[in-house]
């Protein structure tokens, strides 16, 4: 049997398992819980899925993250929260971001191998 590959129909099969199982009176589960379980999956897959790369959807799959460790009683302080997700923001500008991306001359022409002033355009 092929599995499809959809991540839309998986992160809504996911809620529709966690939403139903809070409300079946889980003991594991409470309805914040499922929430925030449901909103992680689909901000990382969103992340995960979509090109180019996003810093800003990396950066909402974090912070729904750290929204369910406090579901599940670890809390961070805002501070921690916002020098992780500034972390984040870093690396995906040089790695995620600068390979997308080449440069232009003035005429608007990309240049291959070579830092030029101006804009950039996506690849």
Same mark, same amino acid.
């Given at each position: 049997m092929r599995v499809p590959r959809e991540p #839309?129909?998986?992160?809504?099969?996911?809620?529709t398992i966690l939403t139903s199982a809070a409300a079946l009176g889980v003991p594991f589960l409470t309805a914040g819980q499922a929430a925030a379980v449901v909103v992680f999956i689909g901000a990382l897959?969103? #992340?995960v899925y979509t090109r180019p790369v996003a810093p800003a959807l990396f950066l909402a799959a974090f912070g729904s993250a750290s929204v369910l460790m406090a579901e599940y009683g670890l809390h961070w302080s805002d501070a921690q929260v916002g020098a992780v997700g500034s972390l984040i923001v870093a690396a995906f500008t040089f790695f995620g971001i600068r390979p997308q991306v080449d440069p232009v001359d003035r005429n608007g022409f990309v240049v291959e191998g070579e830092l030029v002033e101006g804009a950039s355009v996506p690849r």
């Open positions: #839309a129909l998986w992160v809504g099969l996911i809620s897959v969103t #992340a």
